[in-house]
Every structure is written in C-alpha cells, then in structure tokens.
C-alpha cells in the first residue's frame, strides 16, 4: 500500500530537529546554581532543562497555551467496542462550542482550559454527522467517519495525509495566535480500538497487552475489542507508520500527528494527553525521531497500554490521576507544571545573585 508522500509532508518531517543542546546544557549548570537545595524541584528541574532545548533559551519563556481538540468517528464503532454510541461524537463536538454561563464550551476541557487561561480550538476532522455553523469550529472532514478497520483499511492515505496537513495548519494558526505550549485532543467514540491496534504495530506487541476499556467496557467487550484488532492486526503486517495511520487510525490521530510534527517544527512545546495522542505521538517519533525532544506526557492515563508508549517513548508522565477522558483535558492540567518549571528556571536568583551561602 505504501504510496509516496506528499512534498509537503516530508518537508514537514524534515522541518523537525532536534532541541537545542547547548541550551540544555547552560540550563543545566544554572539549574546548579539557583537558589534551592540540589535537585529540589524534582522532576521540574529536568522538564525546565528539556523547555530549554525546545525554546533554545537557557531562560525558557513559553506564554500561551492551546488545546487543540480534533473530533472523528470510526467504522469500527458499528463493531461494538465502545460502552457509547457513535453519536456521543457530533454532540460533543456540539457541547465543545455551547454557550454556557462559564464561557464558551461545556465539556471537560472547555472548563479545564478556562481555569488554566488556554484557549481551545475545536476541528471536525471527520464526523459522522452534519454539523451545524459555528464561527469558531474548524472544517477539515473529507469524510464522514472512517471505514471499519477489521475489515479493511480505515482510510485512503490521501486522506490521511491531508488531515495530517490540516492539523499542521491549525497548530501554525495556534502559534501564530500566541501558543507555546500546543495540546493535541481528541474526541471520537471508539477511537481507543484504532489506538490500541497502531500502537500494537508500531511497538509489536498483542493485542491484549494494549487494549483497554476506553470509555468503560465491560469483560465481554474488553475480550470482543482485542478479538477485532486482532482480526485488523491480520489483514496487513505493514510497519510504515503513515500505512499504519491509514490502516489502522482515525482521522483525529491523523489531524493531531500533524499537529505535533508543525509545532516541533516552529519549536513550541507539544504536552501530550493521554492513550490516543500516544498513538498519534508514535507514528510521529518513527517518522521524524527528533520529535521526541518536544514531546511532554501529562499523566500516565488509566488506559492499558499508555505505559508501553511512554516506555517506548523514554519519557516519564507528570502525574497519575487515572484520567481516561480525553479531549486534551490531562495536557491541559500539565499545562501549569510546565509554565511553572520554566519560571523557576527562568527567574530564580543564583546563590551568588541572592548572597546565600551554598
Ligand atoms: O486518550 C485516552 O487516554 C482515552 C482513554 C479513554 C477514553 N478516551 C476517550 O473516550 C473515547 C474513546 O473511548 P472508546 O471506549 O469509545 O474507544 C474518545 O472520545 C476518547 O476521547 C480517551
Ligand atoms: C460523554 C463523553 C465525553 C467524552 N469526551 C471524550 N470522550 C468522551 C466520551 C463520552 C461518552
């Protein structure tokens, strides 16, 4: 199956160095010097050294922070493997841009994100409904929902590819906009299977030691889910990661893979929610390995098979809330740990600066 990739696309991919090592480096001896017992700040120390390589600043200064959610639904959905209905998804995507008496949105991340001041952008990468005018929804759908993967390829790679392009339009327009700190979401009912079987490919790994409950399964669906990716898992045994997309993934993961692969390029920090950015975050890292450096998880989510990707990843989550919801909310809520960890490495006195003896 594997077709060529658009000019476009490579470029992409090879817009994405890596972090800036020199500045890790003098933010690591002025981590040294600040005002704090050694290794004090913990795992914020090394996440204001990583923000250093990302920003090319010894002093890193990231600002705005976006969630950017992409919405998709999934042909294998009609299979059985979620605990909800296809339809959960257009109405989300609907409830992402209510008026509410908080603010705009009432879902999960709306209240999430004004709490912490970021700004959230809502693209229809591919729902199974019509959706209805709204100046701030982003249209990128070329299709109403994918194929069923079971039974064959999810979607054309052009199509995954021009949602990939998309995504990378709308982490530019976030940038553009003020983001630093860039949040991939998601939302689409059943996309936990499409994760679950690209990340068994892309790691080799069964089935079972991926798969999880998603939005709650019980033991009969868990069983029924593996089953139907381990029947996908058979129809092909390719490994290129943009066939594996295409085989095996939504259109949300496509979106949210141009997503991280545009904001690593402009060097912006990209903070990585939970099981389904992970899939998307894997493709990414097999075809641009440099992408890691920019890659920051929130939490280790309660979704089996999270931890494999991290582990793959070589990357340690920042928390552990068992969050299974999606739509960037964990990203969201690491969004302050991360501002945070680059202000104390930014505006700490030294022990000289601040007379103390060390
Ligand atoms: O990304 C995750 O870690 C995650 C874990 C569990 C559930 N979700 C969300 O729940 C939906 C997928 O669950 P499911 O059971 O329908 O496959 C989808 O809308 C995701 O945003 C997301
Ligand atoms: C209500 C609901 C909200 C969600 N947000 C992300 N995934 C979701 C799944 C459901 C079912």
Redesign the pocket.
């Known amino acids: 199956m594997t077709t060529r990739m658009t000019p476009e696309l490579s470029a992409l991919i090879a817009a994405v160095q890596p972090a800036d090592a020199a500045a890790m480096q003098a933010a690591r001896a002025r981590q040294a010097q600040l005002t704090k017992p050694a290794g004090a700040l913990g795992d914020l120390e090394d996440l204001g050294v990583r923000l250093a390589g990302v920003f090319g600043s010894e002093r890193p200064h990231p600002r705005g922070v976006a969630v950017l959610v992409a919405?998709g639904d999934?042909g294998v959905?009609a299979d059985g493997?979620?605990?909800?209905p296809a339809e959960?998804?257009p109405a989300?995507v609907a409830n992402f841009l209510a008026d509410t008496p908080a603010g705009p949105g009432g879902a999960a991340v709306n209240a999430l994100a004004r709490t912490v001041g970021a700004q959230v952008y809502v693209m229809d990468a591919g729902v199974n409904a019509d959706l209805p005018d709204h100046p701030a929804l982003i249209r990128a759908a070329r299709q109403r929902g994918t194929r069923n993967l079971r039974q064959e390829a999810a979607m054309t790679r052009d199509d995954a590819e021009a949602l990939v392009l998309a995504g990378a339009a709308l982490a530019r327009r976030a940038a553009e906009e003020g983001a630093d700190l860039l949040i991939p979401?998601?939302?689409?009912?059943?996309?936990?299977?499409p994760?679950a079987a690209m990340t068994a490919r892309l790691l080799n790994l069964d089935a079972a030691q991926v798969t999880?409950?998603?939005?709650?399964?019980d033991d009969a669906r868990l069983a029924h889910?593996v089953t139907v990716i381990r029947e996908a898992l058979a129809r092909t045994d390719t490994t290129n990661p943009l066939d594996v997309l295409a085989e095996f993934g939504g259109f949300?993961m496509a979106a949210m893979l141009g997503m991280m692969l545009q904001a690593a390029a402009l060097r912006r920090a990209v903070v990585l929610?939970?099981?389904?950015?992970?899939s998307a975050a894997l493709v990414g890292v097999a075809l641009a390995p440099a992408l890691r450096d920019f890659l920051f998880p929130a939490g280790e989510?309660?979704?089996r098979g999270?931890a494999a990707q991290l582990s793959h990843l070589g990357l340690k989550p920042m928390f552990r809330l068992g969050?299974?919801?999606?739509?960037g909310t964990?990203g969201v809520l690491a969004a302050p740990i991360l501002l945070s960890a680059a202000a104390a490495l930014r505006e700490m006195q030294t022990f000289e600066e601040a007379g103390i003896p060390g």
């Open positions: 919405a999934h959905a493997v979620s605990a909800y959960v998804t989300m979401g998601e939302m689409g009912i059943g996309n936990t299977t994760a999880g409950r998603g939005t709650g399964v889910k949300e929610d939970g099981f389904v950015e992970g989510c309660a979704e999270h969050l299974r919801l999606g739509e964990g």
